[in-house]
């Protein structure tokens, strides 16, 4: 789909923390200069198209008394779809990317605990035979995870 | 660390798949569980301020967006030096996020890594030579591993308990 200056606006917007208020929308769209109804619509529509993946809270599993965990395996090609399956069947895994390394496998743990995280790269080293690399923060120097629209 | 009772569970588990999107949202998820909408604003407050909750907002697809190309730069820093460098490397309009995180060696010499995103490849490889300029001497080796595929991306999601 196309956006318009309107589209991009409202995604320029949004990335960032919404009002918390009974109508979030209607506030929202007052400071666009929306109506509410063309401000959800457009949403819904940018959810529909997958240019907006998620609308909701942002969890932060560390804060919750659980962790995060950066992973990287070094998979054999041939091996490469038979490991994915293995490795994004836990629940555990958020989010897996293949990248262009000789270590082409990443994925983010997020667990409800911090044992967690050793348990389950733990569990995927036995089934995979291949070495887990765990890739906690250490210092976090900003997150800005917006995109410009 | 916080601790969340089993309400604020609830809550989670409701909207850990996204906010509806109606004009009043927390009503419709507080009906959902069958407490008050104000309470459920309430402890959405409260775990705001705890940090369980980042923030409500959207996520965007950068491929959608044509920012296609993303690389993962990463850099073998001086320890002594990581603090200060990281601040300014974060610091840049095109990094989405920077953390410093422990070498793996003799596989993974690298301890400051900084996602950055571009339309091509070329793009990202310029604000690479941008970052490598500030970093200077304090790095003495660097890598950039571009991603080829997503192969999942689901976000957290809690189990239930029990």
């Given at each position: 789909m196309m956006l318009d200056a309107t589209d991009r606006a409202i995604l320029n917007r949004v990335q960032d923390d919404i009002p918390l208020t009974p109508h979030p929308f209607a506030d929202l769209a007052a400071e666009l200069d929306l109506t509410e109804a063309d401000l959800l619509a457009r949403i819904e529509r940018m959810k529909a198209d997958r240019i907006i993946t998620r609308f909701g809270p942002f969890f932060d599993a560390a804060a919750m008394g659980g962790d995060f965990c950066l992973c990287a395996m070094a998979v054999p090609a041939g091996e490469f779809e038979s490991v994915l399956t293995k490795v994004n069947e836990?629940?555990?895994?958020?989010h897996n990317y293949e990248r262009t390394h000789r270590l082409n496998m990443w994925f983010v743990l997020a667990t409800e605990t911090p044992e967690g995280i050793t348990a389950t790269a733990d569990a995927i080293e036995t089934e995979t035979g291949i070495t887990v690399h765990r890739f906690p923060k250490l210092q976090e120097f900003f997150i800005g995870f917006k995109v410009a629209a | 660390m916080s601790t969340i009772d089993d309400t604020d569970r609830q809550i989670i588990t409701a909207l850990q798949g996204g906010l509806p999107l109606v004009p009043a949202p927390y009503a419709t998820v507080a009906g959902e569980l069958g407490i008050a909408e104000a309470d459920l604003i309430d402890r959405i407050s409260a775990m705001k301020q705890s940090g369980v909750i980042r923030r409500v907002a959207a996520a965007a697809n950068h491929y959608k967006l044509g920012m296609t190309a993303n690389g993962m730069t990463v850099w073998d820093v001086a320890d002594d030096q990581i603090t200060e460098l990281g601040a300014q490397i974060g610091a840049l309009p095109f990094v989405t996020h920077c953390y410093e995180r422990p070498r793996a060696r003799p596989d993974w010499p690298y301890n400051l890594f900084a996602m950055v995103h571009g339309e091509t490849n070329d793009e990202v490889e310029e604000k690479r030579a941008q970052i490598a300029a500030i970093l200077g001497e304090a790095c003495v080796q660097s890598d950039i591993l571009y991603s080829t595929r997503i192969l999942k991306k689901t976000g957290l999601r809690l189990r239930r308990k029990g």
């Open positions: 836990h629940a555990e895994v958020a | -």
